[in-house]
């Protein structure tokens, strides 16, 4: 069974910084595309950055100069540093990864729970 962890959410100033990370584990052949989204109260999942298993990024005019996704193929890990953050960055993030676990040829999307990253005074 592929589980997909994050960790890193909390309470921080505005202007202040936090990084995710999101951990997959399980019977993995191979991980694809790797991503996070968020939602905020009465608005729609978006897109905040998603990196390919070869490193290329793209990012949400919102965060670019401020938030960079990164990942460690070796330990099946994607992060999200986030700098300068503002109060309108509130919201649940989450993760996103398509695999291909070992025991079939297809691939799947998988997310994790979420995790509440509230900037605020």
């Known amino acids: 069974q592929v589980q997909l962890v994050e960790s890193g959410g909390g309470l921080v100033q505005p202007g202040g910084s936090l990084r995710l990370s999101c951990a997959a584990s399980?019977?993995?052949?191979?991980?694809?595309?790797m991503g996070w989204y968020r939602q905020a109260p009465g608005k729609e999942r978006e897109l905040v950055a998603a990196i390919t298993s070869g490193g290329s990024t793209n990012s949400a005019d919102s965060v670019k100069g401020r938030f960079t996704i990164s990942r460690d193929n070796a330990k099946n890990t994607v992060y999200l540093q986030m700098n300068s953050l503002k109060p309108e960055d509130t919201a649940v993030y989450y993760c996103?990864?398509?695999?291909?676990?070992?025991?079939?040829?297809?691939?799947?999307?998988?997310w994790g729970q979420g995790t509440q990253v509230t900037v605020s005074s």
């Open positions: 399980g019977t993995i052949f191979s991980i694809y595309a």
């Open positions: 996103k990864a398509t695999i291909r676990p070992a025991v079939t040829m297809k691939r799947y999307d998988y």
